[in-house]
Nanobody, 125 residues
Framework: QVQLVESGGGLVQAGGPLRLSCAAS????????MAWFRQAPGKEREFVAS???????DDADSVQGRFTISRDNVQIGVYLAMSSLKLEDTGVYFC???????????????????WGQGTQVTVSS
């Protein structure tokens, strides 16, 4: 089992920055593909960004140029640096991890069996 705990959410004004962190523990490995998803009220969960064991990243079109995913393979964590936040970025942000045997990034939430509890990000005008 892999345990994921997100932190860093909060209230921020539009245009401002915020940095989310996700700490991994349990049967983790630096080789797990990890990702961030988000869910806005009344909407389905959507892919935000992912990072492979080798640092290859993939971002949703809606966040390209504004969000940066990174990972710390020593402390086994993943981060999401967000800038130029928009009202539509509001939602609960979830950290997720794939099973170790899968090395490719994925935008499909069904392919991530491990999830954190989520952290709320609220962007105000």
């Amino acid at each position: 089992q892999v345990q994921l705990v997100e932190s860093g959410g909060g209230l921020v004004q539009a245009g401002g920055p915020l940095r989310l962190s996700c700490a991994a523990s349990g049967r983790t490995s630096i080789r797990n593909v990890m990702a961030w998803f988000r869910q806005a009220p009344g909407k389905e969960r959507e892919f935000v960004a992912s990072i492979s064991r080798n640092g290859f990243t993939d971002d949703a079109d809606s966040v390209q140029g504004r969000f940066t995913i990174s990972r710390d393979n020593v402390q086994i964590g993943v981060y999401l640096a967000m800038s130029s936040l928009k009202l539509e970025d509001t939602g609960v942000y979830f950290c997720a991890a794939r099973e170790l045997q899968y090395s490719t990034n994925s935008v499909n939430s069904d392919e991530y069996p491990y999830w954190g509890q989520g952290t709320q990000v609220t962007v105000s005008s």
